[in-house]
């Protein structure tokens, strides 16, 4: 560039130069004026954390090198280099450069008109300086040869714009920019945003009336940005009628999150700050980046080359380049800034972005089954498909709501919108709760019938069904079933006519009401059998199997067991044939057979680890271990719980996992071990609610809630418990609030507080008979004579466990029977009834030997040492505590404790 033209740019240039901060070293001579040589001021007093990034920096930077910050607007490339800059001044002593290259600007900082000002501060102002570039650039190497120079040039635009101001060996060259630039022996840094915890100490470092939680939601709201922060807290630290809280709920609305970030504090606001780089692209390369702001989180490249139409991703790489889009090189994926996200959807215009969503929404549903066919396949394809679905689920909740808001007015919307749950039909019951599965499904079905697709609209409809079947509302979850039976057989599909018979016979079965649900059984199989469909025969045997298992009816189930277990071994599907053998096992244990049932599980478990079955061998692993604590070898189930812990962590399954560690629990609390119960317990709710599992969050907080009762703090247990209560009524599982009403009673009983308890048991009653389950019917009928009773209600106690014990007996619940004769046959002792207490703890005693229960076994032991009274009856009390010693014992239970202290007091009245 002519000199002439450099002169002319000299007042406006001679601004980018920063005034001295700080003193010139004594040492120091020359001609030029102290501000010129030592030129970089100090960072902001409240600049936080980057201290890696720091000592990389400084250490580059020793001896004479070239350092890099590269990073978004705003991400305080400059403060920190300003740091990195003060920490060198004694290695850099003759001279501190700065000059802002206006990298961002419409017009940025000619190469020329840099080198002639660096050399008028090494010279003298009215020198002559050579007109050429390269004369600059010869005399700006001789120069500064030799000397102990440092600069910082901010804000540079690209390699072409400093190539020229690289300075010979021994000075160094610190750079900022929002391009990754490369020199050469240059060493970068990529800056990224702020951690949690330096982003709070900013914030409230500037407005220290705001609290540290407060602080924390809006650094998270301001994407942990050091520009947006400092305009929060300079407008709160101004506004002072403004409470912290409510600017939370401001920035919560993303539609004006920018706006009320405000400028505040800052010398540009972070929406100007961005459009810097952004009014500098390309109008294809702008219209990409406009269009990835319908990625709700991060992406990878063969999702924005469909989304964005941007074949070979090629504008995605120039984007990252310019440091508007984030890349993370161990994922390989891409995200935008949450607040750049903002700032490129306020520039989306609605046909472009109409256009852009619906790519997104059609292409994540691909994702979605994708995932499905590989989830399902097993083996390490399962583990695939879970990574995969977990990788992207907020791209496919956000491809779905897309596909859900505009089935009124897009044909290929509704057709989305009912795809969706198809697509993940069995990934997404693990990851949703019963309540998202039915508004996704509900939806569906409102798509599904605008466009008149009976065939999809009748499994829609049975999906709702498993769904409120899951939520224990069997009456909503019957008529659905009954309205897609409607349409299936409207439309003769017989198939679907035969699996929802089976759908509505195991709602029937949930709801106690099993004669129903055998013919809706019979009806199915009779179905399978015309069509010759024998997987259909093989499911249907094993329901009818299941329905006489819970008339107790076990014999003639395990006939039918045999049966599905000879068609699934013949059809070749060891999936149908690990199901059976369950089922088998499950009838064995029933009676007590507890080897034969043990040889079942075995069977399965060892098919699941032939096919790679890893879902399969998990459950097995858990019957096997929920066996061993029924025989009392808690031990031996807390080795199975933990393989099964190993296997959910090892196909990625959390929700198992959260599983796993509560039975680990419970199985700690069995043994009294309750510290380690707790800890169980607490990993398990912390993952819950890390993946956002509420109903394993509130089984965590029972588990807690039953060490607590044990232990006797009885507070924390009611604070536990209240918690999974309203957790429970929040997901409108009413089972578990039935569950959790019991549990929340009992406790207020140990406390005393027996009215309150009855009040929760009645409506703990209330809810199981809307449900019509019976098992929680007889439990609670239980659970509430024992409230009556220690209120000395007598009478009234002995008429709910009779109530209770005639229910168990009706539909085969022999726990529930053998309960209710506990807890009766402890009143009568309580009251001085021994004989009749005696006579229900023999029953009890029967019933424990019949299901092969050694802890209930022993129990029954102690409490029949407890009827006899009678000095020629001390013998058979003798007898009877000796056999619970032997059977706690065997059991490992500290249950042993007490029955030798029991059994020591008798011995000595014997004497």
């Given amino acids: 560039m002519p000199l002439s033209a450099w002169a002319a740019g000299w007042r406006s240039l001679s601004n980018l130069i920063k005034p001295l901060e700080w003193k010139k070293p004594a040492s120091h001579k020359g001609a030029v004026q102290a501000e010129d040589l030592y030129q970089i001021r100090s960072p902001v007093r409240d600049f936080i954390g980057r201290r890696h990034e720091i000592s990389l920096l400084v250490k580059a930077l020793r001896g004479g090198a070239i350092a890099g910050i590269n990073g978004m607007g705003g991400i305080g490339k400059t403060e920190l280099a300003l740091s990195v800059a003060e920490k060198l001044r004694a290695e850099y002593s003759e001279a501190q450069l700065f000059l802002d290259m206006r990298g961002a600007d419409a017009i940025p900082v000619d190469p020329a008109d840099a080198l002639a000002e660096f050399l008028r501060i090494f010279g003298r102002r009215e020198e002559k300086l050579p007109e050429d570039v390269n004369g600059l650039s010869n005399l700006y190497q001789s120069r500064l040869s030799g000397k102990r120079v440092l600069i910082l040039l901010d804000n540079v635009a690209d390699r072409s714009q400093i190539k020229l101001l690289v300075p010979p060996r021994g000075c160094g060259l610190l750079i900022t920019s929002r391009d990754i630039l490369s020199l050469e022996g240059m060493k970068s840094v990529q800056l990224e945003q702020l951690t949690t915890e330096e982003a709070r100490k900013l914030l409230t470092g500037i407005s220290k009336r705001t609290p540290p939680d407060i602080a924390r939601q809006i650094c998270s709201l301001c994407g942990r940005l050091p520009l947006a922060i400092r305009a929060a807290g300079s407008l709160l630290n101004v506004t002072i009628n403004l409470e912290p809280e409510d600017y939370v709920k401001q920035l919560s609305d993303e539609r004006t999150r920018l706006k009320n970030i405000g400028v505040e504090g800052v010398d540009i606001g972070v929406e100007a700050s961005f459009n810097l780089s952004y009014a500098n692209l390309l109008p294809e390369t702008a219209r990409v980046f406009r269009e990835l702001s319908v990625f709700p989180s991060s992406f990878d490249d063969k999702s924005e ?95 779905r709501a897309w596909a859900k808001k505009h089935i009124d007015t897009d044909k290929d919307a509704a057709l989305l919108c009912s795809d969706y749950p198809c697509a993940g039909a069995d990934l997404l019951g693990l990851r949703q709760s019963p309540l998202e599965r039915i508004e996704w499904l509900e939806s569906a079905l409102v798509a599904t019938r605008r466009m008149g ?225 707790i800890e169980l317990y607490e990993q398990a709710l912390s993952l819950a609610r890390r993946i956002n599992d509420r109903q394993s969050e509130g089984q965590s907080l029972s588990g807690m809630g039953n060490v607590y009762a044990d232990s006797d703090d009885l507070d924390r247990a009611a604070d536990c418990y209240q918690q999974d209560l309203a957790i429970m009524r929040e997901l409108g599982d009413r089972r578990s609030i039935s569950a959790s009403l019991n549990n929340l009673a009992n406790v207020y009983a140990e406390m005393g507080e027996s009215e309150r308890a009855i009040g929760l048991y009645k409506e703990a009653l209330a809810l199981a008979r809307k449900m019509e389950d019976r098992r929680r019917e007889c439990e609670t009928l239980s659970n509430m004579g024992n409230a009556y009773a220690d209120m000395d209600r007598i009478d009234r106690a002995m008429k709910l466990l009779q109530q209770s014990i005639s229910l168990a007996r009706k539909i085969g619940n022999r726990e529930g029977e053998y309960q209710a004769l506990s807890d009766m046959g402890t009143i009568y002792v309580e009251t001085g009834k021994y004989a009749l207490a005696r006579g229900c703890h023999e029953r009890a005693l029967k019933l424990a030997v019949e299901l092969g229960d050694l802890r209930s076994q022993a129990n029954s032991c102690y409490n029949l040492s407890l009827t006899f009274k009678e000095p020629d009856e001390q013998a058979k009390a003798i007898s009877y505590a000796e056999s619970a010693v032997e059977l706690y014992t065997k059991i490992d239970s500290p249950g042993a404790t007490r029955a030798l202290e029991h059994l020591a007091q008798l011995r000595g009245q014997f004497e």
């Fill in 453 to 677: 697709n009976a065939a999809v609209e009748a499994d829609h409809l049975r999906n709702i069904g498993l769904a409120y079947t899951d939520l224990g509302e069997h009456q909503k979850s019957l008529k659905f079933y009954k309205e897609a039976l409607v349409v299936a057989r409207r439309e003769g599909d017989q198939y679907l006519i035969g699996d929802l018979l089976g759908a509505l016979g195991r709602a029937c079965c949930e709801a106690g009401r099993v004669r129903r649900a055998l013919e809706y059984y019979d009806q199915w199989l009779g179905i399978t059998r015309s069509l010759n469909h024998l997987p259909g025969q093989c499911r249907a045997l094993r329901s009818l199997g299941s329905a006489y298992a819970e008339l107790s009816e076990i014999a003639r189930a395990i006939d039918l067991y045999q049966q599905s277990l000879l068609i699934a071994r013949e059809i070749g599907n060891p999936r149908e044939e690990n199901a059976t053998l369950s089922h088998l096992g499950d009838a064995h244990a029933n009676l007590g057979e507890m080897r034969r049932a043990i040889e079942f599980y075995e069977q399965a478990l060892d098919n699941a680890r032939r096919i790679e079955d890893y879902t399969c061998e998990a459950l097995m692993l858990n019957n096997l271990g929920d066996l061993y604590v029924d025989l009392g070898d808690v031990h031996r189930a807390i080795e199975l719980y933990e393989r099964r812990l190993d296997m959910s962590r090892r196909i990625a399954d959390h929700t198992d996992e959260c599983l796993g560690l509560i039975d680990l629990g419970d199985a700690y609390e069995c043994l009294e071990e309750f510290d380690r119960a």
């Fill in 305 to 399: 080359e469909v989304v964005c139409e941007d074949a070979g991703h090629a504008h995605l790489t120039n984007l990252v380049r310019r440091s508007l889009v984030l890349y993370d090189g161990e994922t390989r994926r891409y995200r935008l800034h949450d607040l750049m996200r903002l700032f490129a959807g306020k520039r989306l215009a609605p046909p472009e972005g109409s256009m852009a969503a619906k790519r997104h929404s059609t292409f994540y549903a691909g994702v979605l089954r994708a995932a499905n066919d590989f989830y399902i396949q097993g083996g390490q394809s399962l583990n695939s498909g879970l990574l995969q679905f977990d990788t992207e689920w907020s791209n496919i909740e956000t491809g």
